[in-house]
T-cell receptor, first 114, second 116 residues
Framework: AQKVTQAQTEISVVEKEDVTLDCVYE???????LFWYKQPPSGELVFLIRRNSFDEQNEISGRYSWNFQKSTSSFNFTITASQVVDSAVYFC???????????FGKGTRLHILP | DAGVIQSPRHEVTEMGQEVTLRCKPISGHDYLFWYRQTMMRGLELLIYFNNNVPIDDSGMPEDRFSAKMPNASFSTLKIQPSEPRDSAVYFCASSPRGGGGPREQFFGPGTRLTVL
């Protein structure tokens, strides 16, 4: 069965520090997709990235970067030079190609302190 | 482009009343999902549709919950009768056709339901 674990329930860092959010997943499929979503205090869920299991290249988008390591079944998310606006709950998610469902982790609440 | 639209944004009702939540997906998207979010259980998938057809409703808590999608631009989630434990934020999301696997989902702003 598919499963996503975000072991960090809550993290607090001071503004401008780098922070990494961990995500470990379980699946029996060889083809699958991984996602990250952001949920700011306003409540809506915002899509950040989608990555398929065959693409292990790390991705960078501005201050955001993602490290996908199949060997450890991890898909970690790093925010560089964090800002107060990055404060949110971040969800990692997994989807197997056998269906179209996305299974979400429990989320990591990130506090960026000014 | 308009995103996913949900109404109402807030709903307060009394136990035993019928509640209907509404969703308009992004035009052209083939998939529609209903989720419930609570502190205790996190984000749970209730049901999803593909081309207006329910595909998986295994997440629907019980018979009090029902969902319909009469056309490509409208879906409802109904709770009858409502109970205090149904209090949660209900999200609707839509996604385009895959074409290389499940695609990203775009979420609406959610409906915050409080059942007294």
């Amino acid at each position: 069965a598919q499963k996503v674990t975000q072991a960090q329930t809550e993290i607090s860092v001071v503004e401008k520090e780098d922070v990494t959010l961990d995500c470990v997943y379980e699946t029996r499929d060889t083809t699958y997709y991984l996602f990250w979503y952001k949920q700011p205090p306003s409540g809506e869920l915002v899509f950040l990235i989608r990555r398929n299991s065959f693409d292990e290249q790390n991705e960078i988008s501005g201050r955001y970067s993602w490290n996908f390591q199949k060997s450890t079944s991890s898909f970690n998310f790093t925010i560089t030079a964090s800002q107060v606006v990055d404060s949110a709950v971040y969800f990692c998610a997994l989807s197997e190609t056998r269906d179209d469902k996305i299974i979400f982790g429990k989320g990591t609440r990130l506090h960026i302190l000014p | 482009d308009a995103g996913v639209i949900q109404s109402p944004r807030h709903e307060v009702t009394e136990m035993g009343q019928e509640v209907t939540l509404r969703c308009k997906p992004i035009s052209g998207h083939d998939y529609l999902f209903w989720y419930r979010q609570t502190m205790m259980r996190g984000l749970e998938l209730l049901i999803y549709f593909n081309n207006n057809v329910p595909i998986d409703d295994s997440g629907m808590p019980e018979d009090r919950f029902s969902a319909k999608m009469p056309n490509a631009s409208f879906s409802t989630l109904k709770i009858q009768p409502s109970e205090p434990r149904d209090s949660a934020v209900y999200f609707c999301a839509s996604s385009p056709r895959g074409g290389g696997g499940p695609r990203e989902q775009f979420f609406g702003p959610g409906t915050r339901l409080t059942v007294l």
